[in-house]
Each structure stands twice: as C-alpha cells, then as structure tokens.
C-alpha cells in the first residue's frame, strides 16, 4: 500500500518559516510528479507547489513564489517544502500528492481531483 507521511507542520508567527517533508513508502518514487496542496477551513483545496521527481522542474502557484521552495531528497524518497515568510493567509492544512502521470506537473494546481495518492495532512497555523 503507498504511503505518504506529511510532517513538519505546526504554529508559527507571521514572517516565519517552516519547512514540511513527505516521505513516500511503497512506491516508485522516480519519475512522479509529487505536489504539495494545501486547504484552509471552508475553502477548496488548491495547489501550492510541484515537483517532477525525475529532474529538476519544479512549478510554483503565484501566491507563493519567492516564499515557498520545492526540493527533493530521491535517496529518502522525501520530497520537502521550504516556507519562508509565511503570513495568516497560508493557515492551511497541507497534503502532499503523488501521480505517476508526469504531465499533470506543469498543470498540477488544477489537477489536483486527479493525484492519485495523498497524505493525510499537516496543519500549518500562522498568527499575526
């Protein structure tokens, strides 16, 4: 059974940062797009960001470009987001998503119905 385990969430102060991973057990780790989504209470869940694990391309959503960095560690099978600056507006439950359909990476904020694995979340809470 595949398994993606979100960690590294908790309550910051606006202006700090946090770093979440998402390790990934039985499965093929190389050659997916993993994607990080997040979700705030009463909201849709939208995309954050995304990453080809194959290479090196990475795909950001505006709101967070300059702030979030999307990385990889292929020999844990640990893909990571680095949230720096981090303001109320990105409280959100974060999931991280896993497809093997490469293609669906560039377009990943509007694919998310379509990820096929997920994690169970980690809660991110900024205060002002």
């Known amino acids: 059974q595949v398994q993606l385990v979100e960690s590294g969430g908790g309550s910051v102060q606006a202006g700090g940062s946090l770093r979440l991973s998402c390790t990934v057990s039985n499965y093929t780790y190389s050659g997916n797009c993993m994607a990080w989504f997040r979700q705030a209470p009463g909201k849709e869940r939208e995309g954050v960001a995304a990453?080809?694990?194959?290479?090196?391309?990475?795909y950001y959503v505006d709101s967070v470009k300059g702030r979030f960095t999307i990385s990889q560690d292929s020999a844990k099978n640990t893909v990571f987001l680095q949230m720096a600056n981090l303001s109320p507006t990105d409280t959100a439950m974060y999931y991280c998503?896993?497809?093997?359909?490469?293609?669906?990476?560039?377009?990943?904020?509007?694919?998310?119905?379509?990820?096929?694995?997920w994690g169970q979340g980690t809660q991110v809470t900024v205060s002002s």
């Open positions: 990453i080809y694990t194959g290479g090196t391309s990475t």
């Open positions: 998503a896993a497809d093997r359909r490469v293609g669906i990476c560039r377009s990943f904020a509007s694919a998310s119905r379509i990820f096929t694995h």
